[in-house]
């Protein structure tokens, strides 16, 4: 790393040594990518989503490749909150890495129970998960509107003391309605886009590959949809924006940071390139030193329009 070069970032107070954050769902707990890089080298870890109790997701098949992209169904399974606390949290803290805690719920109690608990373990952030397509109750319910968004954010709000950011859907009309309600409710970022809704079908079988039907579409067929979405939030917002979808290299990431992120989360790109993460914090520091940026926080919203 060059010494003159500044990665660190500030998301209304989760200090980041720099912009890339393995993004939830992707990433588990971060146990089985430990095994190919340091992650100390990553700025963030937003664990898989949360739930108030264990869940054990959908029927299989759950994955489906498409073009440029997969799809998936997966449906939140996770050990549910308190063993990620007793389990998870311990392991993670072996690492200078800043911990995201990603919640989702049935209820809007279900994200204040959450919300709470979080708040008093040792996590840096909460990631409120409005967006996910693969349930059919809470999370996207509550974020496909501007009302539905707000009343989870302000009342989550009164029990988060860590920072809140929220997670946006790309399956709305308008992404910026949904994140100025976000940011009236009291968040202090936003984290866009979601998975798109999306499907697969086998033409032999005359049957849909995944056991859900649908599912939710990543990868670097959404990274121009994600683009737009993040330019059109920064100018919609005065909080930070952390730019997801489609994220493979240092070249994209720089790409979101000039759209109007302050910070990039990947994900899908590690199911291919387990280097992902590590090989976008270069190719950042690398576009950095051949343009004199010093500070990595001069990109965000440096597009040229």
Do not use: H
Not at 22 to 35: D, I, L, N, V
Not at 196 to 225: E, F, H
Request: hydrophobic share 45%; glycine share 10%; charged share 20%.
């Amino acid at each position: 790393m060059d010494n003159n070069i500044n990665l660190e970032v500030n998301i209304a107070g989760l200090k980041l040594k720099n912009p890339v954050i393995a993004a939830s769902g992707c990433f588990s707990f971060g146990r089985e990518y430990s095994r190919f890089f340091d992650l100390n080298r990553l700025g963030g870890i937003a664990v898989k989503a949360l739930t108030r109790q264990p869940k054990k997701g959908n029927p299989p098949p759950r994955i489906a490749e498409t073009p440029s992209g997969i799809l998936n169904s997966v449906g939140l399974q996770n050990p549910g909150v308190q063993v990620f606390i007793e389990k998870e949290i311990p392991f993670l803290r072996n690492y200078d890495t800043a911990i995201i805690a990603n919640v989702a719920g049935d209820t809007v109690e279900d994200y204040e129970y959450m919300a709470e608990t979080l708040s008093n373990a040792d996590v840096d952030a909460i990631e409120l998960n409005l967006s996910c397509p693969n349930v059919k109750e809470g999370c996207m319910a509550f974020g496909s509107s501007a009302e539905g968004v707000f009343k989870v954010v302000s009342t989550v709000r009164k029990k988060a003391s860590k920072p809140l950011i929220v997670k946006l859907t790309p399956n709305v009309t308008d992404i910026t309605e949904i994140a100025k309600a976000a940011e009236a409710g009291g968040a202090d970022s936003v984290s866009l886009i979601n998975t798109l809704l999306g499907m697969a079908v086998d033409a032999k079988t005359r049957r849909p590959i995944l056991g859900n039907v649908t599912g939710g579409l990543s990868g670097p067929a959404i990274k121009p949809i994600a683009l737009r979405m993040v330019y059109q939030v920064s100018k919609a917002v005065k909080i930070p924006v952390i730019g997801m979808g489609g994220i493979s290299n240092g070249t994209d990431a720089v790409e979101f940071l000039l759209a109007g992120a302050s910070a990039v989360m990947l994900g899908t790109a590690g199911f291919a390139n387990p280097m992902a993460w590590i090989e976008t914090i270069d190719g950042i520091e690398k576009y950095m030193i051949e343009n004199k940026v010093k500070s990595v926080t001069e990109l965000v919203g440096g597009l040229i329009v």
